[in-house]
T-cell receptor
Framework: DGGITQSPKYLFRKEGQNVTLSCEQN?????MYWYRQDPGQGLRLIYY???????QKGDIAEGYSVSREKKESFPLTVTSAQKNPTAFYLC????????????FGSGTRLTVV | LAKTTQPISMDSYEGQEVNITCSHN???????ITWYQQFPSQGPRFIIQ???TKVTNEVASLFIPADRKSSTLSLPRVSLSDTAVYYC????????????FGTGTRLKVLA
């Protein structure tokens, strides 16, 4: 079955550490996205990529970095510069240039300890 | 940029029909309006999508007026398991195919 896989489901980070969240899709979608969701809040866009080797900052990119070396993969690194990284992170993909909406992964919950 | 507005929360009783409206302006004229359901600690799940007028599937209906400045998700005969947050998703009119999420409506279904 086609879909998006996020791993790990739960992640714990110590203060000052960088951590990388994985997102892989086999839907052959060109565009991929990372969202952050805080408790009881909506989704905020961190980064997005519409084609391989290209990505753009979203609304809250500070303290995060991404890469898009392969069509299937869009990893997100939460750096030590992100002062409040504890949140639920969602990856999504879509067909580029067509407004059919997103397919979402199941999310990664990151907690700073 | 497109802007969206949804009611923050709604309560309903089991068996009732629930209508959730998303107001949106400056959206792309030729793209879909999509609705998602999200349970706690899960990714949003696709419910229904439409371009204009009315669309119905096995779980919901979507009503979109001709001016496309709003859309209404209709859930017939809700059950306790429909308690969730519901989001609309539209495409911004800027031509960049930027998606804009609604603010989300927290639906609580009561027994």
């Amino acid at each position: 079955d086609g879909g998006i896989t996020q791993s790990p489901k739960y992640l714990f980070r110590k203060e000052g550490q960088n951590v990388t969240l994985s997102c892989e899709q086999n839907l052959n979608h060109d565009a991929m996205y990372w969202y952050r969701q805080d408790p009881g809040q909506g989704l905020r866009l961190i980064y997005y990529s519409q084609i391989v080797n290209d990505f753009q900052k979203g609304d809250i990119a500070e303290g995060y970095s991404v890469s898009r070396e392969k069509k299937e993969s869009f990893p997100l690194t939460v750096t030590s510069a992100q002062k409040n990284p504890t949140a639920f992170y969602l990856c999504a993909s879509s067909i580029r240039g067509q407004g059919y909406g997103y397919t979402f992964g199941s999310g990664t919950r990151l907690t700073v300890v | 940029l497109a802007k969206t507005t949804q009611p923050i929360s709604m309560d309903s009783y089991e068996g009732q029909e629930v209508n959730i409206t998303c107001s949106h302006n400056n959206i792309a004229t030729n793209d879909y309006i999509t609705w998602y359901q999200q349970f706690p600690s899960q990714g949003p799940r696709f419910i229904i999508q439409g371009y204009k007028t009315k669309v119905t599937n096995e779980v919901a209906s979507l009503f979109i007026p001709a001016d496309r400045k709003s859309s209404t998700l209709s859930l017939p005969r809700v059950s306790l398991s429909d308690t969730a947050v519901y989001y609309c998703l539209v495409v911004d009119t800027s031509g960049t195919y930027k998606y804009i999420f609604g603010t989300g409506t927290r639906l609580k279904v009561l027994a």
